[in-house]
């Protein structure tokens, strides 16, 4: 393998702003798991999108989780960095361990271990512990359904406020060609969204779950329907898990690949992911290398999930091969310039070896050029990082201008990306029906948290 420039290389091209983006994200504290010292899918992506076609859409139409006050589309300012500021303590938080047995503790997520001593803690044997997992992992999703512990100790433990950590099934919609969104309630009333997505190879069927990572997102690209909605939390580790195991019981299968491209941006939320990640490949025994972590791009984050030495798949959504028109798309680009996020892909690939991905979304009459394209494959070239680039045809978003390229176009850019030996795929949308993007199911049924919500328990 080619030695490769460090990425401290790109820091004098940093303008001040991306310093300061930059110095907020450093604050990112990973606790080292398993998987990190261990040595695709296609999805619902910001582009895969559909209007759902319901009597309750036409009589209230779409609505949206409010912004922060004053952050507003246009350039990335200095509101915009003070949410990214509020994602980062939110995760730097989340990141806290706490004791299985400390009252409003989750039982999701806790290893047979961990939920040993909060038997002992709480005067049990430290085999209730293990009575305890093979329940979550068998479906209970309320302290009543673990019929084989005792009903004292299941009402102390309520007491305690202790409880399962399982989401709600708000709503769901179904496809017609399988795939399902689900609508998941959180504990404080929140909306969150996951998918599943079947596919049949040729030799054996998948599963994808395609997970969020945060309740909205404040990156704001323009194209996304989750980004025209405002940000209200991270989600934490038992949050993202719960997503899979709704679909694998929603499904009745084994969820094979995971992408993490629902709603928000995980590098925000770099700790939860990551205890998510281990949780999965080690409870679930999804494969490393079938799991797929999306980006946008957040300063020193990439580097940091480098640090973890994983076989999981990094994807880029880069979306424009030159820096103005990533502004335009991508209103963060201005802090975290291209050559920069480019410079920290190349480090990336030097130091794991793991190819990239790129994903491009492609708008009709915006970045969807022969032009464009040359520009792409140039750009890759020039940093050597064996990257595969996956194209997504953009389906249309409630208030939003752009249109959805035709096939005719969105085949001449992969031509000219092949020309130039770029491996290239383009994504076929599924579960438009379903209305599968990212955030746009989820703007359709919650304006705001659901008012007289009971946690599971």
């Known amino acids: 393998m080619q030695q490769v420039r460090k990425c401290q290389h790109s820091q004098p091209m940093l303008s001040s702003r991306l310093r300061s983006f930059a110095r907020l994200s450093a604050r990112l504290s990973i606790p080292e798991t398993k998987a990190a010292r261990v040595k695709k899918e296609r999805c619902c992506s910001s582009a895969d999108t559909a209007s759902l076609a319901t009597e309750e859409q036409k ?15 246009g350039q990335w300012d200095q509101r915009d960095e003070a949410a990214v500021e509020i994602a980062l303590q939110d ?12 009252p409003g503790t989750v039982l999701l997520g806790q290893t047979v271990e961990e939920l040993g001593q909060l038997a002992k803690d709480t005067g049990q044997s430290a085999y209730r512990g293990k009575q305890l997992y ?20 299941r009402a102390e433990l309520r007491e305690r406020h202790i409880s399962t950590g399982r989401s709600k099934l708000h709503h769901s919609v179904t496809a017609a060609d399988g795939t399902r969104k689900f609508l ?45 909605g405002g940000f209200a939390r991270n989600l934490k580790a038992h949050e993202i898990f719960d997503q899979v195991m709704t679909v694998q019981e929603e499904f009745g299968s084994r969820v094979s690949n995971i992408v993490f ?32 972590i999306s980006t946008v791009g957040v300063p020193n984050a990439i580097m940091k999930l480098a640090s973890h030495n994983l076989q999981s798949t990094l994807a880029i959504s880069i979306h424009a091969p030159n820096q103005q028109l990533r502004e335009q798309l991508v209103p963060s680009a201005k802090v975290y310039p291209l050559e920069a996020l480019m410079l920290d892909c190349q480090e990336y690939f030097r130091v794991t070896g793991r190819r990239v991905t790129f994903e491009y979304t492609i708008l009709a009459g915006v970045n969807d050029t022969p032009i464009l394209a040359e520009q792409l494959a140039n750009l890759l070239r020039r940093f050597d990082l064996r990257s ?47 209305a599968a993007a990212c955030g746009q199911l989820r703007n359709q049924h919650q304006k705001s948290p659901l008012q007289g919500f009971a946690v599971l328990t």
């Open 59 to 73: 009589q209230t139409g779409p609505t949206f989780v409010p912004r922060t006050d004053g952050i507003t589309d």
């Open 91 to 102: 995760a730097q938080k989340a990141a806290r361990k706490r004791s299985a047995s400390q």
């Open 134 to 153: 093979d329940g979550l992992m068998h479906g209970a999703r309320q302290l009543d359904h673990f019929n084989q512990v005792p009903k004292k100790w």
């Open 184 to 228: 998941l309630q959180l504990h404080d009333g929140l909306i969150v969204e996951a998918v599943g997505i079947p596919a049949d190879d040729a030799d054996k069927s998948r599963l994808t779950a395609c997970v969020s990572s945060q309740v909205g997102c404040p990156m704001r690209c323009t194209f996304c329907a989750t980004g025209k």
């Open 261 to 292: 491209m629902g709603m928000g941006e995980p590098l925000l939320n770099l700790p939860s992911v990551m205890r998510a990640h281990t949780m999965l490949n080690e409870n679930l025994g999804v494969g490393q290398r079938h799991i797929t």
């Open 388 to 434: 595969h680039v996956n194209l997504i045809p953009w389906n249309p978003v409630d208030e939003s201008g752009y249109k959805r390229p035709d096939k005719a176009h969105v085949r001449a850019f992969a031509a000219v990306l092949e020309k130039h030996r770029v491996p290239t795929s383009i994504r076929v949308s599924r579960g438009m029906e379903a």
